[in-house]
């Protein structure tokens, strides 16, 4: 996508509701995506993922905070992602633009959807590292797994995580300087 496209597409995103059903927004090759809100599973997995890592940042990353919500942009390669989850330094949210440079971001977080996995497991371990950061944490309660990719650097492929460690929901799982007990983590019931 050329810059000029990406442009008139961010123009339309600000413009369109992120009222629900509409929960946010996002821009990548295909254009302008409409995520819808988020059941509950999805986001008590988020509540204890926040809380495990907040618990453990003053010790890892003094000022850093997890926190839901923010909006990622890379222009440079005509992204804009809103994870569910992201690691940063809580300064970067008293600052006065719009978006999230991905150069201060230490980790994001995704918890897969039941209606549109492949956006989480496809399109956006090939942008996250594109983006740069660092760690990518891919909890999925559909499978009860939950997969950490790292280490962004170039492949034959491009830009990708070139490390990826699978777990299941019970492990404790290993993440850069953190460690998650995905036993909190509860799967989506049978619809």
């Given at each position: 996508m050329d810059t000029k496209t990406y442009e008139r597409l961010r123009t339309i995103a600000r413009e369109l509701p992120t009222e629900p059903p509409v929960w946010a927004i996002e821009i990548d090759e295909q254009g302008i995506t409409m995520m819808m809100s988020p059941v509950k599973r999805h986001e008590l997995v988020t509540l204890r993922l926040r809380r495990q890592l907040d618990a453990q940042l003053g010790a890892t990353h003094p000022g850093y905070v997890a926190h839901s919500g923010p909006e990622i942009e890379a222009p440079a390669i005509q992204r804009m992602r809103r994870p569910d989850l992201v690691v940063l330094p809580e300064a970067v949210l008293e600052e006065e633009d719009d978006y999230v440079n991905p150069v201060?971001?230490?980790?994001?977080?995704?918890?897969?959807?039941?209606?549109?996995?492949?956006?989480?497991?496809?399109?956006?371990?090939?942008?996250?590292?594109?983006?740069?950061?660092?760690?990518?944490?891919?909890?999925?309660?559909?499978?009860?797994?939950?997969?950490?990719?790292?280490?962004?650097?170039?492949?034959?492929?491009?830009?990708?995580?070139?490390?990826?460690?699978?777990?299941?929901?019970?492990?404790?799982?290993?993440v850069g300087p953190w460690t998650v007990d995905s036993g909190e983590f509860l799967p989506y019931g049978d619809r």
């Open positions: 201060d971001v230490a980790l994001v977080v995704e918890v897969v959807s039941r209606s549109n996995p492949d956006n989480d497991y496809a399109r956006k371990t090939v942008d996250y590292p594109a983006m740069g950061i660092p760690l990518y944490l891919l909890v999925d309660p559909r499978k009860s797994t939950v997969s950490v990719f790292g280490d962004p650097g170039p492949t034959p492929e491009g830009t990708r995580y070139r490390s990826r460690h699978d777990h299941v929901f019970g492990d404790t799982v290993a």
